[in-house]
């Protein structure tokens, strides 16, 4: 248990669902992430949030959609995918600037079909 | 942008063993991350180098930072199945403004 929980573990969605990926922390940090891994990949983050605001955006597409309501809890939210985006999306929290450790969820196994 | 190479990509070693995985960056290495990660599930942190010589270890593992390299090794005294998994290192570059990672080395101990 790293203090970081992710729901759901595993999600299988068509190409022109709506879902949403969810994480919360235990953990009284301020700054939360949202990571995908690839098969063979490194780690890409894809958005950051410090008290509620993001701060980083990398070059995500707009069929992500993050969501970040308070320090505890941040959603992610998927619509009209792409099979490529199949993967697993990882959040992580630190107390506050990225370079304080940041502790991982367990991920969410997204499939694209 | 910085890069991480970790070397070698696969390992498999018999229990008992000792190993190393290196992780060698293309800029200078600010901080460095070890994690840990079974298949299919999240990391879990192992340790954190800030200074060039800095040397930690935590059971049996230990990591070290040598800035001049811009390189960090890992290593494994005495090898176990429970240290089977894949072990990722994370790095600031001071600029980027977020943690670069490697692609990560796949560890397998056979008993």
């Known amino acids: 248990e790293t203090g970081v929980t992710q729901t759901p573990r595993h999600l299988v969605m068509g190409m022109t669902n709506k879902k949403s990926l969810k994480c919360e922390q235990h953990l009284g940090h301020n700054a939360m992430y949202w990571y995908k891994q690839s098969a063979k990949k490194p780690l890409e983050l894809m958005f950051v949030?410090?008290?509620?605001?993001?701060?980083e955006n990398n070059s995500v597409p707009s069929r992500f959609s993050p969501e970040c309501p308070n320090s505890s809890h941040l959603f992610l939210h998927l619509h009209t995918l792409q099979p490529e985006d199949s993967a697993l999306y990882l959040c992580?929290?630190?107390?506050?600037?990225?370079?304080?450790?940041?502790?991982f969820g367990p991920g969410t196994r997204l499939t694209v079909l | 942008s910085q890069e991480l190479e970790q070397s070698p990509q696969s390992l498999i070693v018999q229990e008992g063993k000792n190993l190393t995985i290196n992780c060698t960056s293309s800029?200078?290495?600010?901080?460095l991350y070890w994690y840990k990660q079974k298949y299919g599930e999240g990391l879990i942190f192992l340790m954190m180098?800030?200074?060039?010589?800095e040397e930690k270890s935590h059971e049996k593992i230990t990591a070290k930072l040598d800035e001049k390299k811009q390189q960090s090794s890992l290593h494994i005294t005495a090898s176990q199945p429970s240290h089977a998994g894949i072990y990722l290192c994370g790095a600031d570059s001071g600029s980027a403004r977020q943690l670069t990672f490697g692609s990560g080395t796949q560890l397998t101990v056979l008993p």
């Open positions: 992580a929290s630190s107390q506050g600037s990225y370079t304080d450790t940041q502790y």
């Open positions: 800029k200078t290495l600010y901080g």
């Open positions: 949030y410090n008290f509620k605001e993001q701060t």
């Open positions: 180098l800030q200074k060039g010589g």
